[in-house]
C-alpha cells in the first residue's frame, strides 16, 4: 500500500508516493508520465529493502500548478525541477543522501540534481537523457522538436505525436519512443488517462527547454563517482537517446550500463530491469 505525501514548493503542490523501508530509492518519471510509471517494479523495489518514492511532476497529474486552471503555461526549467525533486529529499529524508534514478526526461531532472547537490544523492542512474545539444550536429533533432511543438499548435494533438514517433527525416523508428507512445503494460494503464492530459503540456513546453538544455558538465565530472548512465539494448542506435549518453559518459567519465529493453525499459521489463537497477546502484565503481 503506497503512503501518499504532498510537498509544497514554489509555484506548485507536489504529490509523491511513498512504499518500503530502508535507504531511499527517489524514482523521476520523465515525459508525459508520473508516478505511476514505476508502478510495475516499486514494489520489487521496496521488497529489496529500500524506501521507494516516487511523484507527480509539477503541472502534471496530481502535481497541480498555483493559481486557476486556465493560468497559461509557460516553458518549464531543468532547474526547477530539480529544485523540485530536493524538495521531495528533503520532505522524506532530510538527513541522509539518496539513490536516484531517472528515465528520459527525468534523468535531465536527476542530472540536475546531482550536479547542483551531490550531498543529497548516494548515487544517480539515469536512463537516456534525450539531450541532444551533446551530439555533433543538433540541429535536425532541435529542428525536429521545435516542429513537433508547432504542429501541436497548429494542427493539434494527433498530428504532433504522427510527428514526434518519427524521426527528423520522417523514418518511423523500430524502437521505443518518449513515455506515451508505446501501448502500457497493463500494470500501469490507470495511467492513460493522466498521460493523454499531461502529454500536450509535455509537447509544448518540456520537450523543447528540457532536451535543448546545457548539463553542468564540470559539475557532473566532479561527481561522476555518483554516476550510472544508462542505455536500452533495444534503443542503443536511437540517435536522440543513446548518443548522447555515451557522449555524456565520456564528457564526465561516468560509467555506462545497458539495460534490458529500449527506453521504456522500465514499464515494459519492470522485473529484469529492477534487478539491473537495483545493481547499479550498489555495484563497486574500479
Known sequence: MNDIGHVKVPGATLRYETR???PVLLLIPGGAGDAGMFEGMADLLADAGHTVVSYDQR???????DGPLDTPRTDQRVEEWGADALAVLDAVTPDQPAYVFGSSSGAIV???????RPDRVRR?????PPLVELLA??????????EVRDLLRTKGLGAAMARFAESPDGRKPEGEQEAGTAELPAGIRPMAARMGANMPVFLEHVLCPFSSSAPDIEGLRAAAGKLV????????????????????AELTGAEIVDFTGGHLGCVTHPEE???????ALTARRP
Request: overall charge positive; cysteine-free.
Open 124 to 128: 544517480l542512474v539515469a536512463h537516456e
Open 20 to 22: 518500503g523501508t530502508g
Open 273 to 279: 530491469f529492477a534487478g539491473q537497477l537495483l545493481q
Open 229 to 248: 548512465l544508462g542505455v536500452g539494448r533495444e534503443s542503443a542506435d536511437q540517435v536522440p537517446l543513446a548518443w548522447p549518453t555515451r557522449r555524456l
Open 137 to 146: 550536429d543538433p540541429a535536425p533533432y532541435r529542428a525536429h522538436y521545435a
Open 59 to 65: 503541472g502534471l497529474s496530481r502535481s497541480p500548478l
Open 110 to 116: 536527476g542530472l540536475a540534481l546531482l550536479a547542483a
